[in-house]
């Protein structure tokens, strides 16, 4: 069992930035990819950024190319998505979530959610 806890969400204007943070729970955090997904109201969850276990691979939605960048500190069982250059097209609440095996950009295939970071972004 892996648990998640995401913080650093808020409200924000917009070309500011935020740095999300992703803490697992157990010992086995370096063997789950991990992504991070989000989910405005009335939409369906998208993906947004995903890094492998190891942290050497990484991937992310076109929407979000270039502003952001997915980390993660095994030693600290943590990853981190770093959003830079917000958008109010942005506000959603953000959630972090692990599989094992490879990274992946489809949300059904990872096991483990956390509760969501609401981002706000204002115009």
């Known amino acids: 069992q892996v648990q998640l806890v995401e913080s650093g969400g808020g409200l924000v204007q917009a070309g500011g930035s935020l740095r999300l943070s992703c803490a697992a729970s157990?010992?086995?955090?370096?063997?789950?990819?991990m992504g991070w997904f989000r989910q405005a109201p009335e939409k369906e969850r998208e993906f947004v950024a995903t890094?492998?276990?190891?942290?050497?691979?990484?991937g992310y939605a076109d929407s979000v190319r270039g502003r952001v960048n997915i980390s993660r500190d095994n030693a600290k069982n943590t990853d981190y998505l770093q959003m830079n250059s917000l958008k109010p097209e942005d506000t959603a609440v953000y959630y972090c979530a692990a599989k094992a095996r490879d990274w992946g950009t489809k949300k059904d295939e990872y096991d483990y959610w956390g509760q969501g970071t609401q981002v706000t972004v204002s115009s």
């Open positions: 157990g010992r086995t955090f370096s063997r789950y990819a």
């Open positions: 890094v492998s276990a190891s942290g050497g691979s990484t």
